[in-house]
């Protein structure tokens, strides 16, 4: 069942989790087609929320609680402002990207600019990475995942 906000998905191929609007067409770890009625572990409403079930989803079940109180305890070290919100961040990159999904640098910076966005490229593909919407083909070219 899909919530409102997020939903924490588990790959049936990889059996890792990962957050999503929805359930998703595939997953950002091992590339494979998520079915339709995909395991949703958690839903929450806010990406703060989504943050922590996803580490503990993907936490063995004996260190779930100590990780749980860690995060919780520690919430204040995350918060933070974000110039480009998650769900701006997909459509930033798809304008970016050439008819095959990869996008370069050289690609990014006029959307940016367009944007009037101050972030450097490098960091919007670092975030972009880190939260598996990207993957780096080599040294100046990625695939867009979503």
Do not use: Y
Not at 58 to 81: A, I, S, Y
Not at 88 to 116: F, Y
């Amino acid at each position: 069942m899909s919530g409102a906000g997020w939903n924490v998905v588990r790959c049936s191929a990889c059996s890792t989790c990962h957050g999503h609007r929805k359930v998703g067409r595939f997953c950002p770890h091992c590339g494979q087609k998520l079915p339709e009625d995909a395991e949703i572990v958690a839903s929450v409403a806010t990406a703060a929320e989504l943050r922590i079930e996803v580490a503990l989803a993907n936490t063995p079940e004996e260190l779930r609680d100590m990780l749980r109180n860690r995060l919780e305890q520690n919430h204040t070290l995350f918060h933070q402002e974000e110039t480009i919100s998650f769900t701006g961040l997909p459509k930033l990159l798809h304008d970016a990207t050439d008819e095959n999904g990869v996008l370069t640098v050289k690609s990014l910076q006029p959307v940016l600019d367009k944007n009037r966005n101050s972030l450097e490229v490098q960091d919007l593909i670092d975030m972009a990475e880190s939260q598996g919407l990207l993957v780096r083909l080599n040294s100046d070219c990625w695939q867009l995942l979503e």
